[in-house]
């Protein structure tokens, strides 16, 4: 089913990664046996990405035979957008199914009918376009939500597709639940270019993780030429020079990253471990000066003292908990899932009055976000 601004179909969320821009969580199986007319799912195999972005999106003969089979123009503009999807991850079609580690090109993501969001939204970014729909990436803000993926710690965000047609404004998402509500959550768009730099930064630290050092070096080459002005990705290049001692290599990828955003955090963490490393008295003064506009950054990031909550519920510390949770709740007063956490921290401190005061005021918080619009157009 196809919902306006609130589509129905379900997988995991995008993972933007301190090191890297990372997915997580687990593959669901795929179709033993696939049904008549759809093709076979391509057998695992190294995954080597075109070093020319414009294949990314490429559709090539069995792709096209395979969607106008099943996608009629003569149906309204949500109905056809409903079968494109519909041909991907219904169990009747493609039977496409979330694989947390499969950053994969459109027609890659076809073949194999596997993939993460970003895969997703590739393939069917293509296909809209090859039936003439006007689309755009858009990036979801999921600040403050972190995993992690070995040792490399990461922060959550989520790609979707956004639809335009003559009359409305549709959203293709793998997750319902990450549409952005207003006052929680944002979504921007996002040019193809910076989409496609971003895929190889995946691409290359998939590479990194499973022993390909080369590949990875080269594919976070490729990210930082596609789209030179994203100050993550260059930070993610400093650390994979930084990984392995190439300091001075790693410095002039971190500047260049500040040199963008002179607030990030990924940068100014990694810059500092990288100056102290080549341990100049100059680079000793830089990496102090540093760490502390790295505080400052924290200090004024909600999620940053909701993290430090959550580090002291863990430890048994809910007095620090509390302590956090007031402060987060100061910065942004509008975030639900602050109260939640606060509500638990005060009931285990037995003050049942304030858990209650605080319960209503979530109560009052979600109806304000209930009514606002659920916009997602920046």
């Known amino acids: 089913m196809l919902a306006r601004m609130r589509p129905s179909w379900l997988a995991r969320p995008w993972i933007t990664a301190v090191f890297a821009v990372w997915w997580t969580g687990g593959a669901a199986p795929l179709a033993p046996v696939p049904p008549a007319g759809v093709p076979p799912e391509q057998p695992a195999a190294v995954y080597l990405a075109p070093e020319n972005p414009a294949v990314l999106l490429q559709m090539d003969a069995a792709m096209r035979e395979y969607f106008d ?29 979330y ?33 003439g729909f006007k689309t755009t990436f858009q990036n979801v803000d999921r600040t403050g939500q972190w995993d992690r993926v070995g040792d490399i710690i990461t922060t959550v965000q989520h790609v979707n597709v956004r639809v335009e047609t003559l009359s409305e404004i549709y959203v293709l998402d793998l997750r319902p639940d990450l549409v952005p509500v207003a006052g929680r959550q944002t979504a921007t768009t996002v040019t193809d270019e910076r989409l496609f730099a971003l ?18 070096r080269r594919a976070l080459e490729l990210a930082t030429q596609i789209d030179p002005r994203c100050a993550s990705i260059w930070a993610n290049r400093a650390t994979l020079h930084a990984r392995f001692g190439e300091l001075t290599l790693a410095r002039s990828a971190y500047e260049r990253s500040l040199q963008l955003d002179r607030q990030g955090l990924n940068a100014l963490v990694g810059f500092v471990s990288v100056l102290k490393q080549l341990g100049t008295p100059g680079d000793l003064r830089l990496a102090g000066e540093l760490e502390r506009r790295a505080q400052q950054v924290q200090d004024r990031n909600p999620y940053y003292h909701q993290h430090l ?3 002291a519920q863990e430890k048994g510390d809910w ?3 509390d302590k956090h949770l007031r402060r987060a709740i100061a910065l942004k007063e509008d975030a639900p899932e602050f ?6 921290t005060l009931q285990h401190l037995g003050r049942e009055e304030a858990a209650q005061r605080a319960t209503t005021r979530l109560a009052k918080l979600r109806q304000r976000l209930a009514e606002r619009p659920a916009r997602i157009m920046p």
């Open 99 to 131: 694989d947390g580690v499969g950053t994969f090109d459109a027609g890659e993501t076809f073949r194999r009918r596997r993939g993460n969001c970003l895969s997703f939204a590739l393939l069917v970014t293509a296909v809209a376009r090859h039936y």
């Open 319 to 321: 007095q620090g908990a």
């Open 309 to 311: 909550a959550q580090l």
């Open 69 to 97: 089979q099943r996608v009629s123009l003569r149906q309204p503009s949500a109905e056809v957008l409903e079968a494109i999807v519909a041909a991907i991850i219904r169990p009747a079609g493609l039977g496409f199914a």
């Open 199 to 216: 895929f190889y930064n995946d691409v290359g630290i998939g590479h990194l993780m499973q022993g390909r050092p080369a590949e990875a």
């Open 339 to 344: 109260y939640e956490q606060w509500i638990v």
